[in-house]
């Protein structure tokens, strides 16, 4: 079981999600995530042009189950922290993110949980999960980098209507006892990251 933000989110069985994207403003864009009946399960907002870039993963209600923030104001690399409700506290932090590599053309984010024990060298430590691509184009991937799992993918393409205003939908997989808000998450960080190229 991958339990990132809760195992609440973690359904036994393959679950598909649609994922509608919606610019709000120059400034704000907004996800909504839907079943395939439509119901309603997650909405994701906040600023996307702010210092920080802080988003917040809300569950259908409006409660926020977790923050997304850029670590930093200014770095060559996108790093994000992830923190339980609207937390910013060490203690709550549930995952971070960064790109493994500067000069890539294709979006790739390394995804750490906190350590049990604290480290010296950061650097040398192996990442606990691994996204690769983009949704366009139905690239995009999440596994567990030891064993090579599939966690997660985007199985239907987006429409390119809506592209230019920042208008478009896509359908993700994911794979049973994965947390669905934890693949969301990383979802949102990587049209962030790869909207700023």
């Known amino acids: 079981m991958v339990s990132v933000v809760g195992e609440m989110f973690c359904n036994p069985y393959t679950t598909e999600l649609v994922v509608r994207r919606q610019r709000e403003s120059l400034k704000r864009d907004r996800f909504d995530v839907f079943d395939l009946s439509g119901n309603l399960i997650f909405t994701v907002d906040g600023g996307t042009w702010n210092i920080r870039r ?6 259908a209600s409006g409660i926020p189950l977790l923050s997304m923030r850029t670590k930093g104001i200014i770095t060559m690399r ?7 409700g609207e937390s910013t506290e060490s ?39 691994r996204t690769s691509g983009r949704y366009i184009g139905s690239s995009f991937k999440l596994f567990e ?18 592209l230019i205003i920042g208008n478009y939908s896509f359908k993700v997989r994911v794979n049973p006892y994965v947390d669905i808000a934890f693949v969301i998450a990383l979802l949102v960080i990587a049209d962030d990251t790869s909207n700023l190229r």
Do not use: C, M
Not at 78 to 84: M, R
Not at 116 to 126: F, G, L, M, N, R
Not at 145 to 162: C, K, Q, R, Y
């Open 91 to 129: 203690e709550d932090l549930l995952f971070s993110v960064r790109e493994p590599n500067l000069f890539s053309f294709k979006t790739s984010l390394d995804v750490s949980l906190p350590p049990q024990q604290p480290s010296t060298d950061i650097s040398s430590i192996e990442p606990d999960f």
């Open 54 to 59: 802080k988003r917040t993963l809300r569950d």
């Open 78 to 84: 996108y790093k994000w922290e992830v923190y339980k």
């Open 145 to 162: 980098p030891i064993h090579n799992t599939l966690l997660a993918e985007v199985v239907h393409d987006f429409s390119w209507g809506g």
